[in-house]
């Protein structure tokens, strides 16, 4: 797993990416975090703490 350059042509620096998981919440933290993405949510996600992460992230770029 490896976030890099899309379509769009953004760098991995420009775009804030959520990565999702189950299992060993703490194992597939690490791993998502080594792999460049900036927040990990383990599964079954809860739409409120989705929404609060997207909050979150989109009011520290403003």
């Not at 760098?11 to 919440?25: D, F, K, M, N, R």
């Not at 809860?46 to 929404?51: A, D, I, Q």
């Amino acid at each position: 797993m490896q976030v890099s350059q899309g379509r769009l042509g953004i760098s991995q620096e420009e775009l804030t990416t959520i990565a999702v998981g189950s299992y060993c919440p703490e194992v597939n933290r690490q791993t998502a975090l080594d792999a460049g993405f900036q927040w990990y949510l383990p599964k079954p996600i809860k739409p409120n703490e989705l929404v609060s992460e997207i909050l979150r992230i989109t009011q520290r770029q403003i």
